[in-house]
């Protein structure tokens, strides 16, 4: 069963910067697709950035694009969301997510991971 763990969340004042990872286990990934969404108080959960587990492309919510960089270590089974230039707007719950064979243009998950609290204060 796949399992999707996230770390690297908190608490930076804007302008700051932080690195989530999730851990990814309980299956063979290279036939998926990986990313990252959020969640915001009052607001739903939206697309951040995908990457495939084999291959260089990436995608990006235009929200993010040039701050965040999405990547993996395929060696440690590990997703990784460099997140830049962090303003409150980026508050929110973010949460790694895993698809079989998925596009990463429309990127839906199908396995979830359980959140990690990113706050920015201003």
């Known amino acids: 069963q796949v399992q999707l763990v996230e770390s690297g969340g908190g608490l930076v004042q804007a302008g700051g910067s932080l690195r989530l990872s999730c851990a990814a286990s309980g299956h063979t990934f290279s036939n998926y697709a990986m990313g990252w969404f959020r969640q915001a108080p009052g607001k739903e959960r939206e697309f951040v950035a995908a990457?495939?587990?084999?291959?260089?492309?990436?995608h990006y919510a235009d929200s993010v694009k040039g701050r965040f960089t999405i990547s993996r270590d395929i060696a440690k089974n590990t997703i990784y969301l460099q997140m830049n230039s962090l303003n409150p707007e980026d508050t929110a719950v973010y949460y790694c997510?895993?698809?079989?064979?998925?596009?990463?243009?429309?990127?839906?998950?199908?396995?979830w991971g359980q959140g990690t609290q990113v706050t920015i204060s201003s």
């Open positions: 990457i495939p587990w084999i291959g260089s492309s990436t």
């Open positions: 997510a895993a698809a079989y064979g998925a596009p990463i243009r429309n990127f839906q998950g199908h396995y």
